[in-house]
């Protein structure tokens, strides 16, 4: 029977994923900063980089919440290596995850406008 494999970085990513929704949830009450959550992270096949998707409450905040975590990303950085056990700690890229703003926006229109009645065939 074949188990599914489950590659290093996937596993790296979730672990970064946990590690960093924290790191984040502190720094941004730290620095008063918008209020964001990490919602993915992805890491390069050589673990060099890791691509962290954050979203935020308040849409026209995510602008200054995403440059006030690409301004600390060094300091967040330091503090992910001494909570993991990793040789070589990613660099963070911090970008706007607006899926779910896309998600809402696509649930208003579908309520704004509701599919068109089918014609009663039942005569």
């Given at each position: 029977?074949?188990?599914?494999?489950?590659?290093?970085t996937d596993r790296?990513?979730?672990?970064?994923?946990?590690?960093?929704?924290?790191?984040?949830?502190?720094?941004?009450?730290?620095?008063?900063?918008?209020?964001?959550?990490?919602?993915?992270?992805?890491?390069t096949r050589d673990?060099?980089?890791?691509?962290?998707?954050?979203?935020?409450?308040?849409?026209?905040?995510?602008?200054?919440?995403?440059?006030?975590?690409?301004?600390?990303?060094?300091?967040?950085?330091?503090?992910?290596?001494?909570?993991?056990?990793?040789?070589?700690?990613?660099?963070?890229h911090f970008h706007?995850?607006?899926?779910?703003?896309?998600?809402?926006?696509?649930?208003?229109?579908?309520?704004?406008?509701?599919?068109?009645?089918?014609?009663?065939?039942?005569?």
């Amino acid at each position: 029977m074949p188990t599914k494999s489950f590659h290093r970085t996937d596993r790296v990513s979730a672990q970064l994923r946990r590690e960093l929704g924290t790191l984040v949830h502190n720094a941004v009450r730290e620095h008063q900063l918008p209020s964001v959550s990490v919602s993915d992270v992805e890491v390069t096949r050589d673990m060099a980089h890791a691509k962290v998707f954050v979203t935020a409450l308040m849409e026209e905040k995510s602008v200054e919440a995403v440059k006030g975590l690409k301004e600390l990303a060094p300091q967040i950085r330091f503090q992910l290596g001494k909570a993991m056990k990793l040789r070589h700690v990613p660099e963070l890229h911090f970008h706007y995850d607006d899926s779910v703003d896309r998600g809402e926006r696509i649930e208003k229109l579908l309520k704004d406008n509701p599919p068109p009645a089918e014609p009663d065939e039942s005569r």
